[in-house]
Every structure is written in C-alpha cells, then in structure tokens.
C-alpha cells in the first residue's frame, strides 16, 4: 500500500471532525486560515436568518419579543458560551462588542477593589497586548481621574509584578501576534494571593482552547463572539461575571458603568431610577441585536456540536503538522517562527515573522491561502498569522498552504506591484 503523505512525517492524521467540515459554507479552492480573525459561515446560519427576517420580524413584529423568545437571547446564548469557558450558565451574557464589555468588566472589577483594598492603584496588563485592552484600561485611568496607573510588562514577566499594588490583572490569554498562550489558574492563584482581581480577554480561545474560569476562580472575562465562535462580522461580544462577584455587586447596589435599561431590574417598568438586574443581566446595557444574536448562536452551536476537547486535539495536531512542514519545506527562505514551539503554551494559530509578510500574505490570499497580516513590533518584521479553526480547516488544506507558501517564497512571486497596495483592513 502506498504511503500516504502523513505516514512519511510518522503522524497520524485520521480526522474525527471530518463531517463538522460540511457544515460551513466555504468557497471552493479557499484555505481558510484566518477563523482566528473571522470564522466561517456555518450553514445553519442562513436558513435560521432567513426565518427570523420573513417569520418572527416580517409577520410576528414586536410580539416576536415575548413569542419568539427574543427578550432571552442574550441570556441564551450567554449560556452556551458558558458551557464553552467553564462557567456556570448564569455568569455570562452575549451583548455589546468585546471593547465595550471590557470597559463595563474593568470598571466593575476596579469597583469592587475600590471597595475591598482602596490603595490598590495598578491596573496590571502585558506589552504588546492587544490594542483596544489597552485604549479601554487608558480611558478608564483617565476617567477615575489619575486614581489608576496602568503598568504594561513583557508577557512572561506578569508573574513577578504582581504585587500588593495590583489592583486589577488585564490580560489577554492568547496573545494576537504570537498566538502565547498564559495560564490562567496559575496567574489568577498568584492575583488573588496579592489581594487582585482578573479581567480576562478570551477572545482568541473561546471556542478553540478549553477553558474552565471556575476552576480557575477567574474574576472577569470577556471574548469576541466573530472569531472562533462563528457569529459574523461584528457579532455580539461575551462578558462573563463571577457569580461571588455579581452578589457582592448586588449587595452593594452598584452596577457597570454602562447601566442602560437593559441591565434594569425591570426595564419595562420604566422607572426614573437604575436599579440593576440581580445577576449577569445588569451587564446588558441597550437593546440587544436579535439578527446578531441568532447568527452567534448558530456559530456557538457549531462549536458545541464538536466540543471543544476534540476541536483542541485537532488543532493541535494541524499546528504541529504546519510547524513541521514549514520547516522541511521552507528552510532558507526567509520565516521565522514567533509562536511558542511548545503547543502547552500556544493558542490555535501559528505566526511567522518576514520581512516582506505584506506583499507575501497579499500573494499568498491571491492564491487562495487565506491568513492575514499583523505589523511586528517597532523595527521588527511584519507578522504572517495563520489561523487554525479545526472545525473546517484539514489536514490537506494544511499541505497545500505549505506548498503555496514554499513556491511563493522561493519564487518570489509576493515582489510585485499588485501586492504592495496597503488595504485597510489587514
Ligand atoms: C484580543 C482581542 N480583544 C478585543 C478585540 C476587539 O473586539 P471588538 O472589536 O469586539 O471590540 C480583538 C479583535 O480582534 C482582539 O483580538
């Protein structure tokens, strides 16, 4: 019998999620690697858009609120989520955008500190930290008046700041450019012990790499519903609140700062006064995205058809077959591995640093090789990301990118006008 591609590399590559592939819509001659910055179309989307348009907004208009369930679909949908980043079903609520969320978790959180240990003045995060953490932590600083300082560390060295002054650990569990992944029970252990509270950013793992924020006795997290979750373009963010920490809340009256009626007690009470809901729901704010909603919880369905322990072990087995391959069959020509070689310590995405990765990734997309373009630190090459989405990217599909990126590299053919134009979007 003839050797089979994998078997040359010694790695076995039977693929138990073969069938999820089929329930994305994905076009032809496309290696969709880039799930970490949009997810795939699942197929479920379409007719279910299709219906609440025509069927529950086109005939049932506003009683669709009450008689399709609307009014719970934050709620709903948030407990799904939960089952994906080990929380209990009411700590978490899908609603705004990751940025806004992080804003009403931070400022909540720094709330409660406040309150326990009002000297605490450090809002601890990592360099290089993906940008809107930051802009949202600078906002806040400068809202509180100077109260808060923000201290950005190199990644592996947050262990050793935080310290009794820590206030509140901002991070990102898995970092956008190299794909480093923290741990998340060690860091929130060493929080706690210094009397600090955690805001999490899970929005390069939710859905990708298993998460248990009880075990961890996370603080706050929030996490992007577009990425790895499948929602759309622009779809509804989650927020998750630690129920110890929605009771102190209670107890204490006080709400997020973004305390529309939403996060009312009872909003359709249209009382003059804020009185926020008792639990996850005063972290809602307006009135939710019902089209939005519904296409998240397709995706989030998706992933949790799969589950997320399967989709990890594929992810990590595509990763170490790209790793592998890029080595054999791209020596010499000009990548160097940013991502961790440890798949303990790494999301599911694999970065190369080059120092043409702009026209390289635009050649590479021309070709039908989907990743994307991230700038390298000041003076530093620019970054290829290639994400990992096991629910519909193969094993294939990973031989093909390799053998593109190899004939691109090798023949140069990125070193052509078409593909110097900056877009926008990158
Ligand atoms: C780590 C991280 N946090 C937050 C965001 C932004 O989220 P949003 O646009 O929903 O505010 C992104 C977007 O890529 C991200 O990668």
Request: some cysteine.
């Amino acid at each position: 019998m003839a050797r089979s591609r994998a078997d040359c590399l010694g790695l076995d590559l039977r693929d138990p999620l073969a069938e999820q592939r089929g329930a994305f819509a994905l076009p032809d001659g496309v290696v969709y690697l880039d799930g970490n910055s949009l997810g795939a179309l699942p197929k479920a989307t379409m007719p279910r858009l299709r219906q609440l348009v025509e069927n529950e907004w086109g005939r049932g208009l506003i009683g669709s609120w009450n008689d399709a369930g609307w009014i719970d679909a934050p709620r709903r949908v948030g407990a799904k989520v939960a089952r994906l980043i080990g929380a209990a079903d009411d700590e978490v609520i899908c609603a705004d955008s990751t940025s806004v969320n992080l804003f009403k978790a931070l400022a909540a959180a720094l709330r409660l500190q406040h309150a326990a240990a009002p000297e605490c003045d450090v809002i601890l995060s990592e360099l290089g930290n993906f940008p809107t953490d930051h802009y949202i932590a600078q906002g806040i600083t400068e809202m509180f008046g100077g109260r808060y300082n923000l201290l950005t560390v190199p990644g592996d060295e947050i262990a050793y700041h935080i310290d009794e002054g820590t206030a509140v650990l901002l991070l990102t569990h898995v970092n956008y450019r190299t794909g480093r992944m923290h741990d998340i029970e060690d860091l929130t252990h060493r929080a706690h012990l210094s009397g600090a509270l955690t805001v999490w950013d899970l929005s390069h793992s939710a859905g990708a790499v298993p998460l248990d924020l009880a075990r961890a006795r996370a603080d706050f997290a929030v996490g992007c519903g577009y990425k790895y979750l499948n929602g759309g373009p622009g779809a509804p963010a989650f927020v998750f609140a630690a129920r110890r920490h929605l009771q102190a809340m209670h107890a204490d009256r006080f709400a997020q700062p973004v305390a529309g009626w939403f996060g009312h007690r009872a909003p359709f009470d249209f009382s003059t006064e804020y009185e926020p809901a008792a639990g996850i729901d005063r972290f809602a704010a307006g009135t939710p995205s019902i089209i939005a909603l519904a296409a998240l919880e397709c995706g989030v369905d998706s992933v949790l058809a799969a589950g997320v322990e399967p989709l990890r072990a594929k992810s990590l087995q595509l990763m170490q077959l790209f790793i592998d391959l890029v080595e054999q069959r791209c020596a010499g020509l000009g990548l160097q591995l940013l991502s961790p070689r440890d798949p303990s310590q790494r999301g599911s995405q694999v970065c190369y640093a080059h120092d043409d990765a702009w026209p390289v990734m635009q050649a590479l997309v021309a070709r039908g090789v989907v990743g994307d373009y991230r700038a390298g630190d000041a003076g530093a090459p620019g970054i290829l990301r290639f994400g990992f989405a096991p629910l519909y990217v193969r094993f294939v599909d990973v031989w093909d990118a390799v053998e593109i990126l190899r004939d691109t590299l090798a023949a140069r053919s990125w070193d052509q006008p078409q593909f110097q134009a900056r877009r926008v979007v990158t």
